[in-house]
């Protein structure tokens, strides 16, 4: 892919706080017009790479280039780039149209007429338009801080865990309203903790674990690649099943804690192929399967194994 078709390009970027190394050489490139999920356990740096992106702070050391512009060292919001990190800032004791004045105002942007209301009943929140913010529930918060990004009409929106605190009702405008943005060429880049989220909405995903990228790329892929998962054997008889699967070469029998959440089934850690060839071999011993099923979702599975956050079979 060309760079031009690059909404974000960066290489061995690095953020530290004092000894805390949040971005340790991240290399990404993130296409143009896609929505793009980043994932990743607590404290992996989600939120500092989209702080990057929204200027908020600068690297330590790297390169980071935002739809085509090089960001540089000094403190500047790249134009044309809008959202949040850590919940929007909004005017507790403003309505919500008034807060969208207020913003874009300061933003020095004075909106065509007609376009808050336009905002507004895209995010759903027109029935409230005229109450305070400071009655909002966090939904209704994030919902509004959408709200503001959309009326600076960005070209790359970033936001931090959007959908926190949304009901299903939010969550389906605020899903439609990002969907919308990305088929008028808008880039998309968000971070959550549920993969499910992140499989409704997102065409891509990077995953970053201690500062570093894992994973980035198309979602299917991530399922497809990924490495050996735990999968749950129901069979026609349990014990003839452990002792033809503790033979198949890349077969892990697992116990403990992870093999419990099989419910006491059969749990093994294999890859996909592997886990194929063993209910051949099981079919082929006479030993009927029932049902075979990863423990937890491909997608879940995936980011566990990629971010070392698999539960040993030991334990
Ligand atoms: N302003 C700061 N001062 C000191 N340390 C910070 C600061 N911001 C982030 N960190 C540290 O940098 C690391 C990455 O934090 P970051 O908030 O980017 O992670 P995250 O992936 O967004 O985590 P979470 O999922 O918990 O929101 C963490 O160890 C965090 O404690």
Known sequence: MGDAQLAVRARGLTKCFGDVVALDGVGLDLASGRIHGLAGPNG???????????????????????????????????????GFVDGPGLY????????????AALHGRDPRAGRIDEVLAEVGLTDVADDRVRGFSLGMR?????????LT???LLVLDEPSNGLDPAGKQHVHGALRRLAEDGVTVVL???????????????????????????????????????????LTSDPQAALTVA???????????????RGAGALVVRASAPTVEQLVGTLVHAGVGVREVAPVVPPLEAAFLALTDQQQEGER
């Not at 990057?52 to 790297?62: F, H, I, N, P």
């Not at 503790?246 to 093999?259: F, K, L, M, W």
Request: charged share 25%; aromatic share 2%.
């Open 191 to 233: 971070s959550s903790h549920r993969m499910d989220d992140l499989e409704a909405l997102c065409s891509d995903v990077t995953i970053l674990a201690a500062g570093r990228v894992r994973f980035s790329g198309p979602l299917e892929k991530l399922a497809a690649d990924s490495p050996e998962v735990d999968y749950r054997l």
């Open 153 to 155: 009409e960005p070209r």
């Open 92 to 103: 507790p004791s403003l309505t919500a149209r008034k807060n969208l004045a207020a913003l």
């Open 246 to 260: 503790a033979e198949v070469a890349g077969v892990r029998i697992v116990t403990g804690a992870a093999a419990r």
């Open 44 to 82: 992996a740096g989600k939120t500092t790479l989209l702080g990057l992106l929204l200027g908020l702070a600068v690297a330590d050391g790297g390169e980071l280039e935002v739809l085509g512009r090089p960001v540089g060292r000094a403190l500047a919001g790249p134009r044309q780039v809008a």
């Open 142 to 150: 994030q919902r509004l801080g959408l709200a503001v990004a959309l």
